[in-house]
């Protein structure tokens, strides 16, 4: 009998032993090409040399140091190198230790600066598990049912979700901003509100990328009104989307952005960012955790931003994430039960249709365990469980892409 929690429980039966670039080594030999990436976090691929190397130094020589106490040499340098890649004003980063923990963080810095209490969220986010960041979550019930009341003074808006609406982009996002203008009418008065969050490229939900007008849209209110742009880049940042942010793809700066998962290659690190202004307004101390800016996280960091730097790995998400959506199209029009396929670099999803086009999440779970049988792991989402992930490494080739159509077009032949 297994004492792990029936909490913990895993999409595939695999037992991880190992981990080499995109490949995922089980218990018994079995190799699997892993384009789950654990969820979108070893963006370096599973164990990358330098990483290990950067690491195990770290390891020998400081593994943790208070950052309310003492500054180590790790943290400042990753303050510098992260400052290179952000967007002019924001200059002055803090970090936790997960995506959820710097949702809060950011959240509570907006409500902190702006002394208003209100968040607007928008329709399909995910944003975590935590209590506030689990409010501001709407991509699925599971975050949610059975825990209310969720936190006070969060509003949720339309999404652009054309798919879903059977609208085309233009007219979803106008009708989103329509329904926001009305919110700020009905439910959050623009000077109770002190920000909007929002994930440029959705990713639980179903890699729902959002458009220049809509972002634009948004920015343009929070200038408007005095309202905080927070940017969650979890998922789709740090060179995923084939930019080093995800919002840039928009031509909007954010106030607040949140960085995770691919940041440390999967060392437990998240950050935001803003500008030394508006960090300022917060209070020293009320922020963060114990093992924030972990002296070995920092330095998985300093190692991870210096592999995508140095094998180009952004401009990699983008000229292999191409290659990976002209393939997946391939599968499109290859298999009736593949309905849509949207996202950005190396980020992308698949709607599975049943016969009559309803989504159809059983067909995904099957799709997924005969992949499994094949030796790909692929990942599901949507509310129906019907929206099949494609989530690789940044360090993905355009080969192991097309080894990756073979296993799946094997796998879905396989259950004709
Ligand atoms: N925001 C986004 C966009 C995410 O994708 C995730 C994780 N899937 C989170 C927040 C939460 O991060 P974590 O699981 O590290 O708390």
């Excluded at 190799?31 to 599973?46: E, M, N, P, R, W």
């Excluded at 510098?80 to 959240?107: C, K, Q, T, W």
């Amino acid at each position: 009998m297994s004492h792990l929690s029936p909490l913990l429980k895993q999409s595939s039966g695999i037992l991880a032993a190992r981990g080499e670039g995109a490949w995922l080594y089980d218990a018994d030999g079995s190799k699997y090409l892993d384009f789950t990436a654990g969820i979108g976090v070893t963006s370096t691929g599973h164990c990358h040399p330098k990483v290990v190397a950067a690491a195990q130094k770290q390891v020998a020589t400081l593994i943790h140091a208070q950052y309310t106490t003492v500054r180590h040499p790790g943290m400042l340098a990753l303050t510098d190198r992260l400052y290179e890649h952000l967007p002019a004003p924001l200059d002055s980063i803090a970090f936790s230790n997960s995506g959820s923990e710097a949702v809060e963080m950011a959240v509570r810095l907006a409500r902190h600066a702006t002394g208003r209490s209100n968040i607007i969220a928008f329709t399909g986010g995910f944003h975590g598990r935590t209590m506030a960041a689990a409010s501001l979550t709407t991509s699925i019930n599971k975050v949610r049912t059975g825990f209310h009341p969720m936190m006070a003074g969060v509003v949720h808006s339309p999404f652009p979700h054309a798919y879903r609406y059977g609208w085309d982009e233009e007219e979803a996002t106008r009708f989103c901003l329509k329904e926001l203008d009305h919110i700020f009418l009905t439910q959050s008065a623009p000077e109770d509100t002190a920000a909007m969050i929002i994930e440029p490229v959705q990713g639980e939900y179903g890699y729902y990328p959002a458009n220049t007008a809509f972002m634009q849209g948004l920015r343009e209110r929070c200038d408007r009104h005095g309202i905080l742009l927070i940017t969650d880049e979890i998922q789709a940042g740090f060179g995923r989307t084939g930019r080093f942010w995800s919002h840039a793809h928009f031509g909007v700066t954010p106030d607040i952005l949140i960085t995770a998962k691919g940041l440390a290659s999967g060392f437990p690190l998240s950050a935001i960012a803003a500008s030394t202004a508006l960090m300022s307004k917060g209070l020293p101390g009320s922020q963060g955790g114990t093992y924030g800016a972990n002296a070995v996280a920092c330095a998985a960091a300093l190692a991870t931003i210096d592999v995508i730097e140095g094998e180009n790995l952004v401009e990699n998400a983008k000229s292999t994430g191409a290659h990976l959506r002209r393939r997946l199209e391939e599968l499109k029009s290859g298999f009736a039960f593949i309905d849509a396929v949207r996202g950005m670099g190396l980020m992308h999803g698949m709607e599975i249709v049943d016969a009559e086009g309803q989504p159809d999440g059983e067909l995904a779970g099957n799709l997924l365990k005969a992949a499994e049988r094949h030796g790909l792991l692929l990942l599901r989402c949507g509310t129906h469980g019907q929206i099949i992930r494609w989530l690789p490494p940044l360090v993905i080739t355009g080969g192991e892409v097309d080894e990756a159509m073979t296993k799946f077009s094997a796998a879905a032949e396989s259950l004709a």
